[in-house]
């Protein structure tokens, strides 16, 4: 059962952006972006090959959305500090991979760079970015972590940029949470409504780690926004995670041999699909 809002309703974050009540989302990890420790100096036509490739692997296999995400650029900067270099990248790779694809695209700056998020999305004509935390704050890897959204609404307004939807993570992974652990799940995930999020994320602990059942239940009651889960989806738990999430974002499953960092796997992507599509 869904909770009634705590902000003003609006239209499903989900199904207006990709026409569907259950969305696949699958994301593109880019290689290390220049300024980056492991960017070895390719030059920037070899790296959005890399990612075109990716994000056509992606859609031939029917996905029906992409994320770019720079995830090659660990360790991952603090939000004041990401470079300039990083949003130019990001905006052009992202434009990119939309007009070859034509599929709908989000945007997620690492780390928790929702305002260089906003940037590049406006630039690109993305529809969406994620932000790993929106609301509250935490301890990271990268350091303390504090929530973007009362900066994110005010630069997206600014750049009359409303379009652009915020899916937000609850419980963010990669991150100690002892600041908020006053805070219930379901109180943590009615801020993020609060604050004026689309979408809300649940995730495992870090990349590839699923999110429980019972987690993504209390996540699910707490809020009237779709809910995504965001991490360890694979082609043994989508059944279980659709019948009460309304959608997925996936990466590390549908690589080769599933490890995050490896290209896309098209055979991984058809078997994937392919049991979405029998479940829908």
Request: aromatic share 6%; no cysteine; hydrophobic share 45%.
């Amino acid at each position: 059962m869904t909770a009634p809002g705590v902000y003003r309703s609006r239209p499903s974050g989900v199904e207006s952006l990709f026409g569907k009540k259950k969305a696949i989302v699958a994301v593109i990890h880019s290689k290390p972006l220049p300024g980056s420790p492991e960017y070895d100096g390719e030059s920037i036509t070899e790296l959005y090959a890399y990612a075109l490739e990716e994000a056509r692997r992606y859609a031939t296999g029917g996905v029906n959305a992409l994320i770019l995400e720079n995830h090659g650029d660990i360790p991952f900067l603090k939000p004041g500090d990401i470079g300039h270099e990083t949003t130019a990248t990001m905006a052009v790779m992202a434009e990119l991979i939309r007009q070859e694809t034509g599929l709908p695209i989000g945007i997620n700056v690492l780390a928790n760079g929702a305002l260089t998020a906003i940037a590049v999305a406006k630039a690109a004509g993305a529809g969406f970015i994620r932000v790993n935390q929106w609301a509250n704050a935490y301890v990271a890897n990268e350091g303390f972590v504090e929530g973007e959204a009362a900066k994110v609404t005010r630069y997206r307004s600014w750049l009359r940029a409303k379009s652009i939807k915020v899916f937000a993570d609850v419980h963010v992974k990669h991150g100690s949470h002892a600041i908020v652990a006053d805070r219930s799940i379901k109180e943590l995930t009615r801020d993020v409504e609060f604050f004026d999020a689309d979408v809300v994320i649940a995730t495992g602990q870090r990349t590839g780690d699923a999110a429980t059942t019972k987690e993504i239940q209390t996540i699910k009651a707490a809020t009237s926004l779709p809910v995504l889960v965001g991490s360890g989806v694979n082609v043994e738990n989508i059944s279980e995670i659709l019948s009460v999430a309304d959608g997925v974002i996936i990466a590390s499953s549908l690589k080769r041999d599933g490890l995050w960092w490896n290209e896309v796997d098209t055979d991984r992507v058809a078997v994937f699909m392919e049991q979405v599509r029998r479940l829908q």
